[in-house]
């Protein structure tokens, strides 16, 4: 069984391709993954990038998806101290990383910049590895 940690865009990716995630992986994110989906959904309502009802279809989507949110005292801390080692403005990609560092075998994100930026920090994983069982 393969435990990924994944970030908003590939969670909101997952819904939108209607994406069967294999039976032997899991999912874990932040508890923040909720509020940055509806966030970003939001923001392509309000730019004309998608509908609102789709929008409502992805937030049900997530909403009913497998996925284990986290976000008790050890995953905080983690999440402090990477964005402290990092000299992030803020800890919520910290948050991601902390959690795959504690609870995953790998890290989803669709943010390129930032699975640079863990490397050998975390270990990554690009998105089709969701899809393989």
């Given amino acids: 069984m393969t435990r990924y940690a994944i970030d908003a865009p590939a969670a909101i990716r997952l819904v939108r391709e209607g994406v069967a995630l294999a039976d032997q992986h899991t999912l874990v994110a932040p508890n923040l993954l909720r509020s940055q989906v509806l966030s970003q959904l939001y923001r392509a309502v309000r730019g004309g990038e998608l509908s609102k009802e789709d929008a409502r279809a992805i937030l049900d989507g997530i909403t009913t998806m497998r996925i284990r949110l986290l976000g008790d005292r050890v995953s905080r801390a983690a999440a402090w101290r990477i964005a ?32 640079r930026e863990v490397e050998g920090i975390v270990a990554t994983a690009p998105f089709e590895a969701l899809l393989r069982a």
Avoid: I
């Fill in 84 to 115: 402290e080692e990092f000299g992030w403005d803020d800890t919520t990609n910290a948050e991601y990383v902390a959690v795959a560092q504690l609870q995953a075998d790998a890290f989803v994100t669709l943010d390129e910049q930032l699975a």
